[in-house]
């Protein structure tokens, strides 16, 4: 059984970088054809795909957020990171990591595992 679990600093200040790290047991972030993304739901709104990072090392964004995204790894702690510059009160939401074989879904059911979310906030 895969298992994801998030961390990070629960309050950020505005234009400041947000740092969450998805830690993986139970499997490997370099498993063929799994893609390990980062999704995020505001308060009262939908699921919201960030971005992605394959097997591979290769990183994938969703263009309203490239700018400001950045999703890395370290194989040798079997982790990956999410990093969203110049975050806004906007930005404040669940943010979860998941894992699957579909790149960009914004559904539950696109995701084999997933964490149970990390709150932020964006606040001064």
């Known amino acids: 059984q895969v298992q994801l679990q998030e961390s990070g600093p629960g309050l950020v200040k505005p234009s400041q970088t947000l740092s969450l790290t998805c830690t993986v047991s139970?499997?490997?972030?370099?498993?063929?054809?799994?893609?390990w993304s980062w999704i995020r739901q505001p308060p009262g709104k939908g699921l919201e795909w960030m971005g992605a990072i394959s097997s591979t090392g290769s990183a994938f964004y969703s263009p309203s957020l490239k700018s400001r995204t950045s999703i890395s790894r370290d194989t040798s702690k079997n982790q990956f990171t999410l990093q969203l510059s110049s975050v806004t009160p906007e930005d404040t939401a669940m943010y979860y990591c998941?894992?699957?074989?579909?790149?960009?879904?914004?559904?539950?059911?696109?995701?084999?595992?997933w964490g149970q979310g990390t709150q932020v906030t964006v606040s001064s």
């Open positions: 998941l894992t699957g074989q579909r790149l960009g879904g914004s559904s539950w059911s696109d995701y084999a595992y």
């Open positions: 139970g499997g490997s972030i370099t498993t063929t054809y799994y893609y």
